[in-house]
């Protein structure tokens, strides 16, 4: 999947010149974020105002970095001019670091530091866009475990207060909690809450008795549609 997402993103951003190691790493960004499943989907994603957000960002940050190392090559250029070696012999024995003379600005330096400068705040979007993406899975994978629960859909206000409270102890903390964790948090408050109804929530769950019928047979309707959702039983097509 990885590798038809860069083709795409090839053709998509071929205007941009990036190099087949941006593209990859735009193609793992995409991919973290959880939302190409299936080929038909992979248009769409590269397509994404965060891909051409980030691609953008990077061509600039290129075109940064292609300046300040030029202007290294021209500052070497110039202090060779202006330096000419005045010895005509060669050295027998060669100074091994010839960067050595305090005057003489070490041009692999500078242009490492560039690179590295220009390529930090870039980085810090990608960290920060990847973070928000890890914490919005795990806050919707986390949702969709804890409500599956018999218990939770019976005591909708209760499990819906403690989702509440699990949500914000989660953001004070920074959003570091993985799906499980923030479930478990939840499961926590919800599981306190109803055992002052005397539930206990770590007996098997039992339905509530059907309702009779006016003709008295038994309306299973609500137990039906109930196991449905839980995917105890196929839905009606």
Known sequence: MKKQIEDALKTELKELGLG???????????????????????????????????ARSIQGEIDGIQKAKKKAEDDLADYKAKHPDKD????PDPDPDP???????????????????????????????????????ALEGAHESFFAGDYAKKYKDEAQDAWERAVELNEATGNKMTAEELAAKATGYFDKAVSKKGVDTTKPFKADPAPEEEDGTTDWSAEKKRQQDAGHLPKEQ
């Open 20 to 54: 087949d190691k941006t593209i990859g790493r735009l193609a793992d960004y995409i991919v973290s974020k959880g939302t190409v499943t299936k080929e038909e989907e992979i248009a769409a994603a590269v397509k994404g105002d965060d891909v051409k957000l980030i």
């Open 88 to 91: 005509p012999d060669p050295d």
């Open 99 to 137: 960067d050595h003379d305090p005057q003489k600005p070490n041009i692999a330096k500078m242009i490492a530091d560039g690179i590295a400068a220009g390529l930090k705040p870039l980085q810090d979007e990608v960290n920060a866009l990847k973070n928000a993406n890890s914490t919005k899975a």
